[in-house]
């Protein structure tokens, strides 16, 4: 009964190369958003998603793409993975202003 | 930009001690939330308290707001081994969903 579930939980890849991370939520949530985290534990907003509309786009490379093909689901694209893209990528959900609901997490390393 | 800061990065106590934690923030807030990372996986929200609230409860958890200060404090008391975890904080801007994390709280409770 997973609430947010992200895939994969790992991923290991060449630079270069171009990725996807899937995320799913299943609590009716209508706001999806992706984090960052760096090896420092710092967590910092990448985009969000209202209703499948992007509300929140941060300074991010346009190597990254999110999409949203529906309310529960809010997928990341990276294109052309550099050294410095290795980090914890986080998918969160809430209804409107409640609190967060997180995933585990996608743990990417490239080499 | 990183919005909160925390204090202490580290903290390392004995089980039955209390644990404080502190935040402090730089912009005008709606809320401002407590959240709990355990190794490897993902965030989860413990307590949320409103810039018109001063002090909220929850269990062993104790949280003050200091609007004037642009402070936050987490108290948890009688701590147990289980709680060893990265405490965030993170504030919640005046429109919108967006929250700001602080850079975290690694609290180790021993045995």
């Known amino acids: 009964d997973t609430a947010v579930s992200q895939t994969p939980k790992y991923l290991v890849t060449q630079m270069g190369n171009d990725k996807s991370i899937k995320c799913e939520q299943n609590?009716?949530?209508?706001?999806m958003y992706w984090y960052k985290q760096d090896s420092k534990k710092f967590l910092k907003i990448m985009f969000s998603?209202?209703?499948?509309?992007?509300?929140i786009n941060e300074t991010v490379p346009n190597r990254f793409s999110p999409k949203s093909p529906d309310k529960a689901h809010l997928n990341l694209h990276i294109n052309s993975l550099e050294l410095g893209d290795s980090a914890v990528y986080f998918c969160?959900?809430?209804?409107?202003?409640?609190?967060?609901?997180f995933g585990d997490g996608t743990r990417l390393s490239i080499l | 930009s990183q919005q909160g800061e925390e204090d202490p990065q580290a903290l390392s106590i004995q089980e039955g001690e209390n644990a404080t934690m502190n935040c402090s923030y730089k912009?005008?807030?709606?809320?401002l939330q407590w959240y709990r990372q355990n190794s490897g996986r993902g965030l989860v929200h413990l307590i949320l308290?409103?810039?018109?609230?001063r002090e909220k409860h929850s269990g062993r958890l104790r949280v003050t707001l200091d609007t004037s200060k642009k402070s936050s404090s987490l108290l948890i008391t009688a701590s147990r081994a289980a709680d060893t975890a990265s405490y965030f904080c993170?504030?919640?801007?005046?429109?919108?969903?967006?929250?700001?994390f602080g850079e975290g709280t690694q609290l180790t409770v021993n045995p």
């Open positions: 969160a959900s809430s209804r409107g202003y409640q609190p967060q609901h």
């Open positions: 609590l009716g949530h209508d706001t």
């Open positions: 998603y209202n209703n499948k509309e992007l509300i």
């Open positions: 912009t005008s807030i709606n809320n």
């Open positions: 308290i409103r810039s018109n609230e």
């Open positions: 993170a504030t919640g801007e005046t429109s919108g969903s967006r929250l700001t």
